[in-house]
């Protein structure tokens, strides 16, 4: 997690994840995105948002889902930011922002995330493929593509390999850029794949054709727009059962120091019973002594009205406090079954989660060979295992064993552990998760 700056932000972030996605006073009016392929894999990722407050009230902080897991995050805003914080759950982050002085209501603001996206992009046979995730609610939004230098659209026998359809090409010369402009009416879930390789520019044969299989694309965006959603109700589901324990502990404190007192009254008004039980055996004795018996009588009678006055306030108290525990009890049965509502959607949640790896793995299982799934299904057995065993196990040639876990090592599936003077082949922990 990004620390959160400054600390008092803690308070804040707590009650705003519980509270800010149950409705937005806010309007995303317009959305630029802006992804820069680098040599190396990663993603220079800006967002750019334009943000109107919509209520007659003041706007003191928004949130935005990225669907990756995102480093070196910032942000910059056209009002100044106190603090903001990001929380990172299966390839999903949930990002908060806190204003230094609340938007105003019928105002607009700028805000832009800067971010390097790190697991969107794989590659097999020298082709790389990017699928990338962008949950837009605004009505006007352009996405930009910038690939790296020398790089250039796959495009296998005249087939150009981008979904979805409904972009543009174009070129500064160095870069091939792919412009996607959006106009919608609902808020989307906006899925783009892009193969690229790297050849010589000048011959390559663009053709803007997008292909794809339209059944894997409408998985992926249901997957993936189902893992958005989880990244923030998961927060808040998870923060609200917390918050509901903690209110039911402090309730259960109250009503054991409730019942303390009671009983403290309890043992009160017995003792001021039997005060007067003992007033009027004294009062009784006190009518059979002729000496004083009228001021002896006042005077008793003047202690036991001010004992009844006690007794009968004690009397009130006590109604008062079984009122309270009464309404105390039924406060804590209604926590209880909101609790178990919210075990309901966690298991809900849960079988999203599921679901969405089931796929990530068919997803990543599809670019592999046969003989890298014989390899990695040797390595999963294993655990670890040399290069020498694999060839005496599957009976490839030593060349080819070498150029397959060479591959798998640069898609990150693989990686070597030095066991003793043995370098030993095994699953990374991604690939465990996956395959």
Known sequence: MIPIKPKKFLMFLFFFLLFANVSFAYTIERIDIECIVNPDDTINETITMVIYNNDNKNLSSITYTIPQNIKNFTIESSINIRGYSALYNEGITEIAVEFEKPLPPNEYANVTFNCLVTDAIWTRNDIKQLIMNFPISAKNATIKVILPPGAVISSPQGTLLVTPSGYKITTDGKHQIIIWDLSLN?????????????????????????????????????????????????????????????????????????????????????????????????????????????????????????????????????????????????????????????????????????????????????????????????????????????????????????????ELEDRKIIRKEKIGRINKLALTEESKKLL
């Open 186 to 406: 609902k808020e989307i879930t906006f899925t783009i794949t892009v193969k690229y390789t790297f050849i010589s520019y000048p011959e390559q044969n663009i053709i803007e054709q997008p292909a794809i299989n339209n059944n894997l694309k409408y998985l992926l965006i249901i997957a993936i727009f189902g893992a958005a959603i989880f990244g923030g109700l998961f927060v808040r589901e998870r923060i609200s059962k917390k918050k509901i324990i903690e209110g039911t502990e402090n309730i259960k404190n109250e009503l054991n120091e409730l019942k303390d007192k009671l009983k403290e009254k309890e043992d009160e008004v017995k003792n001021l019973t039997i005060k007067i039980k003992d007033l009027e055996d004294k009062l009784s004795k006190a009518n059979k002594n002729l000496l004083n018996k009228d001021e002896i009588i006042g005077v008793l009678n003047e202690r036991i009205s001010e004992y009844e006055s006690r007794l009968q306030k004690l009397v009130d108290e006590n109604t008062e406090y079984k009122e309270n525990i009464d309404s105390l009890n039924k406060y804590i049965e209604k926590l209880k079954k909101e609790n178990e509502e919210l075990k309901d959607k966690v298991k809900k949640l849960n079988d999203i989660v599921e679901k969405h790896m089931e796929l990530k793995r068919g997803v990543l299982w599809s670019f592999l060979t046969e003989d890298e799934k014989i390899i990695i299904d040797l390595i999963k057995k294993h655990g670890h295992i040399t290069q020498k065993e694999i060839v005496e196990i599957t009976g490839m040639s030593k060349p080819k064993v070498s150029r397959i876990i060479s």
